[in-house]
């Protein structure tokens, strides 16, 4: 089940951390989410490198303005955390590009 719908006071900390009560978890967005060009995208990380105004809403979009490796920042852009973010047991847990779920926030765990 995607996290918005069994989480509450859903938020975003300094543009790239996940906070929701499910039982007050937190999740390192920067370890899932990337950009391609100016778009965010799964597989990747570090978004928050180059992005601005990231916010969330009740639907579990983020929304930002991102910078591509060219030209101005981005006019706000949507991106649907629910299709690879869940509630696991009342933690946020994330899927990874190597194809399992982690709920650790450290890049050591998302990448072994």
């Not at 859903?10 to 778009?39: M, P, V």
């Not at 180059?50 to 809403?57: K, L, V, Y």
């Not at 930002?64 to 981005?74: A, N, Y």
């Amino acid at each position: 089940m995607s996290f918005q719908e069994t989480s509450k006071d859903i938020r975003i900390i300094d543009n790239h951390i996940l906070t929701a009560k499910c039982r007050d978890s937190s999740l390192e967005l920067d370890l899932f989410i990337g950009k391609d060009d100016g778009y965010f995208t799964w597989g990747a990380q570090n978004f928050s490198q180059s992005a601005q105004d990231i916010t969330i809403d009740g639907e579990g979009h983020i929304a930002g303005r991102l910078k591509p490796r060219e030209g101005s920042w981005t006019d706000v852009l949507r991106f649907n955390l629910g299709d690879r973010i869940q509630n696991m047991n009342g933690n946020l847990a994330g899927f990874s590009c190597k194809g399992s779920w982690h709920t650790e926030v450290s890049k050591a765990s998302v990448l072994s």
